[in-house]
Each structure stands twice: as C-alpha cells, then as structure tokens.
C-alpha cells in the first residue's frame, strides 16, 4: 500500500518544446533608447556593427517582432538537453515550513551546466548562416567561454576564447572544458592581439580583466578573416534566445493549472533573469498580477543603486554607448565567488524595464547568498552556482513572507546553472572565510559622476 | 512551416516511476554461491555481518524475493532527480553513420553526477530505520564518498569519509562537495584508528590506498556507537537498489514501441552494469533474445580475463570470501583515469551471470575509450565520466558492427556518470600524454595461483 505520490519534476515533452522565441521589445511601453555611437552621439547604425556581428544577428538585435522563429537546426541542438524540468522543492518548502509552493526551472542540466548555450547554439548557427567560419569571445570565471565553445562544436565553427589571465591560471577545469570541444582557450592578456602586446609590454605580470579580454577578442574578430565576436549576455538577441527558459515554464504550469505569483532570477548582465522574467513580464504588462524580482550581489548592485544613464558595455570603450543601469565601465566589483555577476551593468532591455517598474531589484550579500546555497545542497540535494544563491536569497525572503502573511502563493525561480565546478567559494564560507562586502556611498557617488558625462536617455 | 520534430528525450512522468527494486536472485539459473567465513571456510551467517551493516540490510541481501518494495521515504527523495530521461543520439548515429538505434540512461542528472546516489539514499533510509546514526565509509576518487555524504544529509544522519590520502590531496573538489553535503571527510591512513596509526607510525608518508581506507572505515563502524558501514557496489544489495535504472528503461522502451537488442555498462565492482542490465537479463533468462554486455578496462579485465574462484572483496583481508571474477585482493591495476573501474573483482551477482553466459564482457584500452569520449562530447554535447567511456567504447563497437551487417539494432547503454569532475583525464589525452595499459600475462597467472588457495565456488 502506498501513499499517494507528490510528483516533484513537471516534464514537457519535446513536442512540445516552444517554437519561437518572445522578443519583449514588441511590448515594451517605452521602447528601448537606441545605442549611440560614442564619437558622434547618434544612434549607431546596423553598418557600424557589420565588422562586429554577422547582419543576421544584428537585424534580430533590432527587431521588434514580437514572436521569432527557432531555426529547425538551433532546435535540434536544443533538444540535446531541453525542455528542462520544471521542479517543485516540497523539501525545501517543509523546511522552511512555509504554505508558498516554490517552483524552479533547472537550467543546470545543459552539457556545460547553465543557462548560457541556449544562445551559444543559437549565435553559432547564425554565424555560420552567415558564412562565419570562426567566432571569437572572452571568458571571465569560464562559463560563458565553454558555453560558445560548445555552440561551436556542434555547428561545425572554430573557436576562440580569451579567458582573463587570472581565471584561466586559477580555473584549470573550465579551460579544459573548452579544449574538449575543440575551442582555443588563451589567457587574456595574449601576445596575438596588438591591444594584449601593448598592455604586456608595459606589464608583463597583468592578472587581466573581462574589459581587457573583450577588447582582445574583438580586435581579433576584426582583423581576422571570416571570423565575429560573440557575447554571452547584455545584448538584446541574447536575451531573447533565453526567453524559451520563461516559455517552457509558462508551458509547464498551465499543464499544472497554476501561475506563478513570483518569479525569481539573479541578474549579472541579466541574461537568465530576462530569459525565465520576459514571458511573465508579457503578462504584467497586459494586466495580470505577477511580481518579477531580479537577485544581484550587495558587491555589484546595478539595478537597486546605480544610476540609468548611457553608458559602455566594456572597461576598454571598445562597444557603442547602451542605455542601461551601471555602476561605470571603470567600476571594479570586489572580489565575490559568484563571478557571473560582476558585471558593472544591466542589460539595456532589463533596465528599461526597472525603469518602467514592470520589474523589481533587491541586493544581497554573500552571507546570506550561501547560506541559502548550502540549505538547498543539504536539503534539495542539488549544489547551484553561486550565481543562483541571490536567487535563492530572495526566494528564502518570499517564502518567509509568505509565511507571516498565511498565503499560498507560487513562486518560481531560475536554477541558472550548477556549481559543481565553483565549490571554492562554498569551501570558503564554511570556512568562515567570507565576509559581508556592500558597496560604499562614495563608489555610488563615483558612478553616478561618471555616467553623467554622456548623453541622457 | 517546420518539418516533423525527432524527439531525443523521453521522459517517464514520476507517477510512473518504478515503485519496487528487481532482485535478479529470485531468476538466475545458478543461486548464488554463498560468502564464506574465511577462518571456518564456512557461510558466514547474518549475525557475522550485524556489527559492520544494520539487519534490515542483512537481509535484504540474501533476499530471494523476485521483487522489493521501494520504501515511500525513499521513493521521495529518488524523486529529487529521477525518473532519469531515455535519450536518444540522433547526432551520434549521424556521426557514426550507423542504422543502429543508440539510447542512453542519464544518470549524470543525479546531485552528485552518477548513479551512487540510487544506492546511497537506500542506505542511508535503511540504516536510519534501523537506529543507526552515523555511517562510515571509504572512497578513492571520491563518487561514493560524495553519493554516501548526499544520501546521509538527505536522512539526517552523520557521514565520515575515509579518502585516500593521495586522492585526497589531488582531488580537493570532492572533499568540498563531501564537505557542502555535511560529511566529515578525511585522508586516510589517519590517526582516527589503530589501523591507521599502525600504517602511519611505518610510513608518515603512506599515500593510502582503498584497501586501508576500507580496514579504517569497518574499524571506525565497528568500534562506535550506533555507527554502521556503507559499501557503494559488489553487495547484492547495491546491485538491488541500481535496478530502478534498468526497469525505468524498461518503461521508456515500452512507451516507445521498441525494445534493446543490446544493453552495455561500464564494470568496475557493477552496480552501474547491474542496475541497467539486471531486469533485461530476467527477460533474456525467460528466452528473449537480448545481448548484455559488460565494458571492463584492459588495465582491469576482471570479467574477461581473471579466474572465477572465492577471494577477498578488499586488500587488507577484513571482508568475507566472495564467490567472484578476481584478479586478486592484493592485485594493484595501472593507474588509468577511470578510478572507478580499477576494482580487482566484480560483484558476485555480475560474476555468477558472467559464469552462466548470460552477459558477455569485453575490455577495453584508454585510448579508445577516451576517443570516443572526446567524439561524444563534440557531437552529442555532454562530457562524460571516463568510466562511461568504456561503455562508449562498446556502443561504437556495436554500431559499427550494424553498419557492416546492415541491421537496425537497437543498443542500450548506461551513461553512468558525468565527466565535469574528472576533466585531467581528457585534458592527459588530448595532451598526448596516456598510452594504453593492457595487463601481461603474468599479472593474470599471479591472480590465478592467489585465487587457487581459496575454496572453489
């Protein structure tokens, strides 16, 4: 005799997988402000970024068709991990004893472990649509370099991949991940740009920064034959490739019968937040009741205290001026584990969004992110990046919420990635190694002086 | 207008998941032959076993039950990842150019990335209903160590890990996950036993070994209060709790219309082989026509090269005499990267099947498990477990025999793990760095004449 079961993980089957991506720039109230040509102050046009992007790509940047068709072949890829589940955390909610439902979609069971080869596929395919033989990019902690690295393999395009010297001498395992599917990983910076020559013969020992490799990358995408640059995050056709994190969802609970009161992704640059948010964020913006929170770290906090303004998306002014949150191309985030989220702004979608209130911003420090990750590990079984654990702070502040107001509301949050390869930082806080690190006023005050000497949005 | 989609992925829906364990003792053609006393050269009885396992599990063990109730309690927490999805690989068929029908288990979607958790949460449950509050265990590269830590934290009970001292210095990552999960893991030879102050007071600098971290962990069980011991494979018990593996499987296969003209798995002490080849061995035993195939490394060709015969299940000579295919308890295999099949024998339960020719073994060299391996993480995405290359290895043998016959054969195999953990071993391939290890014959001559002092089964 047994009990009735409590299913746990909502499966879609790929039949049903979504067939075209929901590009949120058709329903925006306010249209994204267009991206400026530093030189000029003018809107940059689709030629300006030729050398840069394959014109595919850059037309779907500017699209504002709301629905876009997955190619057939992108597809395919996908199917090599996706639909992923959509899971209920009963154990978690039982032991935070809470009446909320929490929800996760658990992009951590894709090949390289995140969210990020949703738009690795889906830019190798253009790419090589395009007549692109090879793509170049740059890779912090590595998990975007192994995401493309991956795209690429499948799709037949050689790879390139500047990691910042420092990762790449700490993060031997993520380096090695890329060079079994066939990438070139290099540290940043590297004698094969002329940017990298420049910058080693002034510093022989320079650790390297994400602003260094991107310059590297795109001087090589540029000069090299055949070849783009492609970038994990921030851009808008990135955040459009995850939104089939969202669409799946919106799937899976109408399958369930239920709706999400909640919904819940950490933001660094932003990219799996607008994939699982811009769905919902559809539905607010038609009328319907749902709360759309971003989680980013108290150390990096572009979308709850930094000013909106026209900004570079690089350290080195090398990109067109966005319209976004930013703490400033020049800001240096301390030194938290959760790498992926150290970017000093927010895509120019998510933050015209924020702007407009359609969505939410809260902060957390690095205390409190793992201690949450280390609940879920001995509670869920699961170990998450600790990118996810702001998301899991935040669900932790909504379930106790729930708990004082008595209600059952459904929460759904975005299991961005696994941290299996990140058990450093864990280590370090059981440890007691870490330490709270918010940022001063005066890095604020920097910022916002900063931001202030380009045009307004 | 798309054309009609392939479905890769087939998912059983958790209502559907298997609600009992196979236990193939109920079907073999020969029952097994009984474990001995090796002072008395007698069967041991259960009362021998009660101070190093909890009776519950005793029994289980020498069980001739056809099939055994999946405790609800357990059941929950496998529903934290499984049922695994059947997946299908298109690509790899495409690669191969094969009329061969490749599908494939998933067990790299567990928490701790392998199939040990399926074991380890058993256990752990059974232990507990017992009274038990503590475990101990060994483990060298550090899979069972972290699925024992999972499977401890998910029931609220106390871990301790005996790790090899040499894998532990070498393998932090796996000792921050032990740690992540609440275990308490530590090198051993360690001052915590007599064994190991006596092996320490010889040899402060003893790089340990499974042999000494096994005599550690039964002395540690053995001698504490409400402690038991916690073995990841060989037991008939271990193999029990893998066959929701291969009767999962079963029920995708059905789902689909098909069925497995051959099923491969990887053997090192089993479990992983047992668990997807044991319910197609009942049908293959009720007259069905099926191949199993076990996949052993030619560094450690248990199966297919070393004697039948009763010998020891560990080095230092603390377990009872097992009826089994052994290369000799003291037998040291070459030092390849697939840890996990550098076991001297192979489970009784496997062993018996072996003898009876219900299953067939093959082995296999580095170089060709590792090429396959890089092939698959190119072509069909996800990096798996060297282990897992060696079922790779028979998957590729396979199809390619399909195409020579012009058959459409349906293959099954297990991917048992994945491979993030385990990246050096790709990285020493694409190196140049490994050659292949085959054992001389006289490795195989010294097993024979150490086996040949023990009774015959």
Redesign the interface.
């Known amino acids: 005799m047994?009990?009735p079961?409590?299913?746990?993980?909502f499966?879609l089957?790929?039949?049903e997988?979504p067939?075209q991506w929901y590009n949120i720039q058709a329903d925006m109230p306010n249209p994204l402000k267009p991206p400026l040509n530093p030189k000029t102050g003018k809107p940059i046009s689709p030629d300006d970024l030729a050398p840069v992007f394959p014109m595919n790509l850059i037309e779907q940047e500017a699209s504002t068709e709301r629905w876009i068709d997955i190619p057939?072949e992108v597809?395919?890829?996908l199917?090599?991990?996706r639909p992923t589940p959509l899971q209920r955390a009963y154990?978690l909610e039982k032991f935070l004893n809470t009446p909320a439902k929490i929800y996760f979609k658990d992009e951590g069971?894709s090949?390289a472990?995140s969210h990020k080869?949703n738009t690795a596929v889906a830019q190798a395919y253009y790419n090589r649509e395009f007549g692109i033989k090879r793509l170049t990019t740059e890779t912090g902690a590595g998990q975007w370099g192994s995401a493309l690295s991956?795209g690429c393999?499948?799709f037949g395009l050689e790879c390139k991949v500047y990691m910042v010297r420092v990762s790449f001498q700490q993060k031997p395992?993520r380096k090695?991940?890329m060079?079994?599917?066939?990438a070139n990983c290099i540290p940043s910076p590297s004698e094969e740009t002329n940017f990298g020559k420049k910058v080693l013969q002034e510093d022989p020992d320079c650790p390297g920064s994400l602003g260094m490799a991107i310059s590297e990358a795109i001087e090589d995408a540029v000069t090299s034959e055949n070849t783009r640059y492609s970038l994990g995050s921030v851009l808008n056709h990135v955040m459009l490739h995850q939104t089939i994190i969202g669409l799946e969802a919106e799937k899976q609970f109408k399958a369930l019968g239920d709706y999400p009161d909640v919904v819940i992704g950490c933001v660094g640059g932003g990219s799996n937040f607008a994939g699982i948010a811009f769905p919902f964020v559809k539905e607010k913006i038609a009328g319907k009741e749902v709360q759309v929170i971003g989680a980013e770290p108290s150390a990096c906090p572009t979308l709850t205290r930094a000013p909106f303004g026209y900004d570079f998306g690089d350290t080195a002014q090398s990109t067109p001026l966005l319209p976004m949150y930013s703490l400033g191309h020049s800001f240096m985030p301390p030194g938290i584990h959760a790498g992926g989220l150290r970017y000093h702004g927010a895509a120019p979608l998510v933050s015209q969004l924020a702007e407009d209130k359609l969505i939410e911003a809260r902060n957390y420090d690095q205390l409190q992110t793992y201690q949450a990750g280390?609940t879920w590990?001995?509670v869920?079984?699961?170990?998450v990046a600790p990118e996810t654990t702001h998301a899991l702070a935040a669900v932790f502040e909504e379930a106790k919420k729930a708990k004082e107001e008595g209600k059952e509301k459904t929460i759904l949050f975005n299991l961005s990635g696994h941290g299996?390869?990140d058990?450093?930082g864990?280590?370090a806080y059981?440890d007691g190694k870490l330490s709270d690190v918010s940022l001063p006023e005066e890095e604020i005050e920097k910022s916002k002086q900063l931001i202030s000497k380009y045009p307004k949005p």
Chains 1, 2 share one sequence.
Not at 5 to 9: A, C, D, G, T, V
Not at 179 to 182: A, D, H, K, N, T
């Open positions: 047994s009990k079961m409590q299913e746990q993980k499966y089957s790929q039949k997988i067939r057939e597809l395919e890829k199917l090599l991990w154990a069971t090949p472990g080869p991956l393999s499948l395992y090695m991940l060079r079994l599917w066939g280390v590990a001995r869920q079984g699961s170990v299996l390869m058990l450093t864990y280590e059981l």
